[in-house]
């Protein structure tokens, strides 16, 4: 059974160990096929590790039901400067971009969560709101984009907002017709299945260990 977010344990030590050891293990099954001067060099390519990690992410958040990403955020940026800095194709009403909210915190734990099913922008607050989440700053997701551009090509992403008037807007990353985009309009035709949408625990729920 699939655990929920308010469910979820980190990955333990044990874990840890457990994948450190069986890539040692394949590295000394296959070290004669290997030329050692060949080897120093790629190791020392700072590059190795992390392509390494994003194999093992991938195979991971293939089977989980939510996603965790953590995310630095540049918060001293204009809400344009964070939505130029992912260097996805722009379709944006500049009236809603100038009062994004900018968020708080130089490091976010960041989930993504998929619904599965259709909502309208009051349910989707319910939702996440019964989950023990709220959703995430714009400025977040845009970070998060930044950080990792290929997340939307099979992970669209998405937030939403209330402005002053209490009128919902968002902000969604996907790949539609071979380009990268970043939409960010208003929305009160509510959201499809398909979107995995930024939050971050409530306070009252991290306090208290939940």
């Given at each position: 059974?699939?655990?929920?977010?308010?469910?979820?344990?980190?990955?333990?030590?044990?874990?840890?160990?457990?994948?450190?050891?069986?890539?040692?293990?394949?590295?000394?099954?296959?070290?004669?096929?290997?030329?050692?001067?060949?080897?120093?060099?790629?190791?020392?390519?700072?590059?190795?590790?992390?392509?390494?990690?994003?194999?093992?992410?991938?195979?991971?958040?293939?089977?989980?039901?939510?996603?965790?990403?953590?995310?630095?955020?540049?918060?001293?940026?204009?809400?344009?400067?964070?939505?130029?800095?992912t260097g996805c194709t722009q379709y944006t009403e500049?009236?809603?971009?100038?009062?994004?909210?900018?968020?708080?915190?130089?490091?976010?734990?960041?989930?993504?969560?998929?619904?599965?099913?259709?909502?309208?922008?009051?349910?989707?607050?319910?939702?996440?709101?019964?989950?023990?989440?709220?959703?995430?700053?714009?400025i977040t997701l845009c970070a998060l984009n930044e950080?990792?551009?290929?997340?939307?090509?099979?992970?669209?992403?998405?937030?939403?907002?209330?402005?002053?008037?209490?009128?919902?807007?968002?902000?969604?990353?996907?790949?539609?017709?071979?380009?990268?985009?970043?939409?960010?309009?208003?929305?009160?035709?509510?959201?499809?299945g398909y979107w995995f949408f930024g939050c971050v625990?409530?306070?009252?729920?991290?306090?208290?260990?939940?």
């Open positions: 059974m699939k655990m929920t977010p308010s469910e979820i344990k980190k990955m333990t030590k044990g874990q840890i160990d457990k994948a450190v050891a069986n890539y040692r293990a394949l590295l000394e099954k296959h070290a004669g096929e290997f030329n050692s001067e060949a080897v120093q060099t790629v190791l020392g390519q700072s590059e190795l590790a992390e392509e390494h990690f994003q194999v093992f992410r991938t195979r991971v958040e293939a089977i989980s039901n939510f996603i965790i990403r953590k995310v630095k955020v540049n918060r001293s940026r204009s809400p344009q400067q964070a939505i130029d800095a500049n009236t809603v971009v100038k009062v994004m909210p900018i968020g708080e915190g130089e490091e976010v734990d960041l989930y993504l969560i998929p619904f599965k099913q259709q909502l309208s922008v009051d349910a989707l607050e319910q939702e996440v709101d019964k989950a023990g989440f709220v959703l995430v700053d714009p950080a990792d551009p290929a997340l939307a090509d099979t992970i669209p992403n998405a937030t939403q907002w209330r402005d002053k008037n209490g009128k919902v807007c968002y902000a969604c990353f996907g790949r539609w017709d071979g380009k990268r985009k970043v939409h960010i309009y208003r929305n009160d035709n509510g959201w499809g625990r409530k306070k009252s729920a991290e306090v208290s260990g939940s």
